[in-house]
């Protein structure tokens, strides 16, 4: 026993590569899973057609005349299923095969099926009229399907297509890891420069770089698809001659500790704080909106993010915060306020405001608080609409205008220094951008506090965080209040740059957007918040602000659940996970590792040592 | 045998004066009387829904008697909220440990002296504990849940002395335990003890509970039974009988 199990588990616990066994013949393929693969795609592939985005995105080019997003939202699929079919699943004492002819043609095989999927479409699409329950099911599409074709061609191009498609899935995986990951890069980039494309045309026009954003970029939209082979290719110089050296210095970082750690964080604080300080004054009307906007939502997800993130409290109608933000700052400060109207300078409002929120938070909070999972969530939601409907109502309508609104906000005006008006995207951001670094600040203490070592407590085990002499009820407020106090700041900021408050600006789908954005960054940490809002609502945009890709508004929630589901499977920490929660969700892993390793240590010096547990690596 | 009067000193350090609690309308405790003594081990046993984790949640503050008193050194505090209490000296240590699974060690025993604020007590009680569990020391950044069984029991135990208590109630100390772990876990109770803790423990097991307490109280459906000394009640007839009746059903 002992002579044997050394060298297996030294292969499976060192991370050096096992070596590889002869690649597998083509036609060798697990068939059942293939098909099984290609039939998810296929369905995947109609969904995607009939829920219109080929068609609506056909207008986004990527790459001059020879790739939309439309398109692109298309190929993804096989491409995927053809990568993911050549996927080997890692067993301990097997022997992985090498990747050859049999990760192609899998691939191959597998897109075609995802294809066929739409050739299943375009046929049906010619002999059928579903347009009563499908709404997309237009001649648009079959138009789009076949390229302008009859459906014959659409059948075959698309089987094809998907073939093509997949085989390049697969053939990903033939490359080394070297040769992959500059290919990764060279994709990253040329999509990022056309994801990006109105900010980079925005700054270069503020940085007088016109002439180089007129090369790059065709004139109406996407990339010229010379400028695109030159970044791929430039991108792919940079990733070969960069390897490693992104994750080298991440390590080095990693590994400082005390004041070494300290001094590196300050410094990358003080760049990122330089960079956004310095930005905004090349960057056009476009970015400092888009910054403003993605500003916002970081202070409400960090507001949540106390409430869900530290203290475990899952509240679905954080929205009721902004929107007593907004209008009680809309109410101190405008002059058209239909009942008092006391025109308060901005910064004496937020006071006001600040109070109120809390004061509404404790109020809501109350009976909330009382309850434990499920049903706090569902009353917290109740209460979120409620807030609105009552800013909606007649009753309240004397006070609040009701559908009307309020209309003529004053701009946010700071001891007479500055007046920011909606109307100057830049100042707004710089408003922004100094709220949040309070809201960041103010976070990050109360994460080491003890306060924030209690919300953690309680968010773990409530009932013995009680017997350790916590006052459970009012920790669990507290976090409410703090996270109102957060979200009224927004509020504030959010009347004052939009000049007006309706109730309509505050649905549900406004809650549901900021969790969606702090479970995508990751609950609990605040680069990640930081992130998620960046991604979220800089790229796909927000409720009601749009984003780069402004073509997808109509299709963000489909986008935001496909991105959730694809989290939970693939990254359930989230975009930039805190390291407690990472070491949590894969604490088996990391525990089973360690056993392993201690076991080899064991069996090769027999003096003892460390014991059976060694202290995981991570 | 319920304490009468004297001088609160003295007197017993936690005592229940004929305590009802009800969880809604079951009646869970039954005119319970119990007096723990400055520096005892004493026992309550009982079997499955005895109302043994009741009498410690009651003890604590966490339930409220429907009539009765709790009295802590001779103050009744039944109006009073847990913080209170463990303020006091009172703490627990939760049935199967239950730490907070995705904090550090570390975290966990600084919970356990949420309510102190003095800084050189904590970390005088903090060595103390290193002293009683090495094993602790190495783990302090490890998450809890990683720990295997026994070194979670000893983080709960250090997270409750954390908290520099008078009184340690344990909640079923040999729940979900290993034999051997259970035979170690009683020792180390044994240990705290001898060190000049007063220690109240609610046990299923009999036998190991009355090996290592000096006096002990048998519940059956919120009802003391029995109530007399560790070694009478290991000689007692009906205590055999109590636990086979409860093991027939």
Redesign the interface.
């Known amino acids: 026993m002992t002579a044997t199990l050394p060298p297996e588990t030294g292969a499976a616990g060192a991370s050096a590569e096992p070596p590889l066994a002869a690649s597998r013949p083509a036609l060798a393929q697990d068939w059942r899973r293939l098909v099984r693969m290609g039939a998810v795609g296929a369905v995947a592939q109609v969904f995607i057609a009939l829920s219109n985005m080929p068609v609506r995105l056909d207008e986004r080019v990527i790459v001059k005349p020879v790739l939309s997003l439309g398109y692109l939202t298309l190929l993804i699929v096989p491409f995927a299923a053809g990568h993911r079919v050549g996927h080997q699943i890692k067993r301990e004492g097997m022997p992985q095969h090498a990747a050859g002819a049999h990760e192609v043609a899998g691939g191959a095989a597998c897109g075609a099926v995802a294809g066929g999927g739409l050739s299943l479409l375009a046929v049906l699409l010619a002999n059928f009229d579903l347009r009563e329950p499908l709404v997309n099911w237009s001649p648009m599409l079959a138009e789009l399907l076949a390229f302008g074709n009859a459906t014959r061609f659409a059948v075959v191009i698309w089987l094809l297509i998907g073939a093509a498609v997949g085989a390049l899935g697969g053939g990903l995986r033939l490359l080394g890891p070297r040769t992959r990951r500059a290919v990764v890069t060279m994709a990253l980039a040329v999509g990022g420069a056309a994801v990006l494309e109105p900010l980079v045309v925005d700054l270069a026009e503020g940085m007088r770089l016109e002439a180089l954003t007129d090369r790059l970029y065709a004139r109406r939209g996407g990339i010229n698809w010379t400028s695109a082979l030159g970044l791929a290719a430039g991108s792919g110089i940079l990733a070969v001659l960069g390897r490693g050296r992104i994750q080298q210095a991440r390590a080095h970082i990693a590994e400082l500790e005390g004041a070494q750690r300290t001094r590196t964080n300050g410094l990358l604080i003080l760049a990122t704080a330089a960079v956004l300080i310095v930005l905004p004054l090349f960057a056009g009307k476009l970015t400092n909106e888009l910054l403003a906007n993605v500003g916002l939502f970081v202070l409400l997800a960090l507001g949540l993010n106390v409430v869900v993130g530290l203290a475990g409290i899952l509240d679905l109608g954080y929205v009721a915060f902004f929107a007593v933000g907004s209008y009680s700052a809309a109410v101190l400060t405008a002059a058209t306020s239909p009942r008092i109207n006391p025109e308060l300078p901005w910064l004496v409002a937020l006071i006001v405001v600040v109070i109120i929120t809390g004061l509404v938070g404790l109020f809501i909070g109350a009976p909330v608080i009382r309850m434990r999972g499920d049903y706090l969530a569902i009353v917290t939601l109740g209460f979120g609409e409620i807030i609105r409907l009552l800013f909606l109502s007649d009753w309240l309508s004397g006070w609040f205008g009701g559908s009307q609104g309020i209309t003529k906000i004053p701009g946010a005006g700071i001891f007479g220094l500055t007046d920011v008006a909606g109307t100057d995207p830049r100042r707004v951001f710089y408003l922004v951008l100094a709220f949040c670094a309070l809201a960041i600040y103010v976070s990050w203490r109360l994460e080491r506090s ?1 306060l924030g ?2 919300w ?2 309680v968010r ?2 409530e ?9 459970t009820v009012n920790v669990k407020l507290l976090a409410f209040v703090v996270g109102a106090v957060l979200g009224s700041f927004s509020g504030a900021i959010f009347s004052a740059k939009v000049g007006s408050v309706f109730p309509n600006s505050f649905l549900i789908l406004v809650s549901i957007v900021i969790l969606v954005v702090v479970i995508f960054g990751g609950m609990g940490n605040i680069v990640g918040v930081i992130a998620g809002s960046a991604v979220l609502i800089g790229v796909l945009g927000g409720p009601k602000q749009p984003g780069l890709l402004a073509e997808f508004s109509e299709f963000k929630l489909l986008i935001y659940g496909a991105l959730l589901i694809w989290m939970m499977l693939a990254r359930p920490e989230g975009l930039i996970p805190s390291v ?2 990472s ?2 969700l894969h ?1 088996q892993e ?2 089973q590792d360690a056993w392993l390793k201690g076991q080899v240590e064991d069996d090769n010096h027999d003096d003892g040592g460390s014991g059976p ?1 060694a ?2 690596a991570t | 045998m319920s304490a009468d009067g004297g001088q609160p000193a003295a007197g017993p350090l936690l005592e229940m004066r004929s305590v009802n609690a009800h969880y809604g309308a079951v009646h869970a405790l039954r005119d319970v009387d119990l007096s723990i003594y400055e520096g005892e081990l004493v026992c309550l046993l009982g079997g499955n829904a005895s109302g043994k984790s009741t009498t410690l949640k009651t003890l604590l503050g966490m339930l409220k008697p429907t009539s009765g008193e709790v009295v802590l050194d001779g103050e009744v505090v039944n109006d009073r909220p847990t913080s209170y209490r463990v303020a006091r000296g009172v703490t627990m240590v939760p049935e199967n440990r239950r730490l907070f699974k995705r904090l550090s060690v570390r975290e966990n025993l600084d919970l356990g002296a949420y309510l102190r604020s003095d800084t050189d007590g904590i970390a005088a009680d903090l060595e103390r504990v290193f002293e009683l569990f090495p094993r602790v020391k190495e783990r302090l950044s490890q998450k809890a849940g990683t720990l295997s069984g026994g070194e979670q029991q000893m983080v709960a135990m250090g997270r409750a002395l954390m908290a520099k208590p008078r009184v340690l109630l344990m909640d079923e100390p040999s729940m979900g335990l290993a034999p051997a772990l259970v035979q170690q876990n009683f020792e180390l109770i044994q240990q705290i003890h001898e060190a000049g803790l007063t220690v109240f423990m609610v046990e299923q097991n009999a036998n190991m509970a009355l090996s290592i307490a000096d006096r002990g109280w048998v519940l059956q459906t919120g009802r003391v039974v029995l109530d007399d000394t560790a070694e009478n009640l290991l000689a007692h007839p009906d205590l055999r009988a109590s636990y086979l009746g409860q093991a027939d059903t």
């Open positions: 003890r070592r209690a953690m407590a773990e085990d009932t013995v965080a009680e017997a350790m002499g916590i006052n407690r929660r070491r949590e604490q990391m525990a547990q202290t995981p």
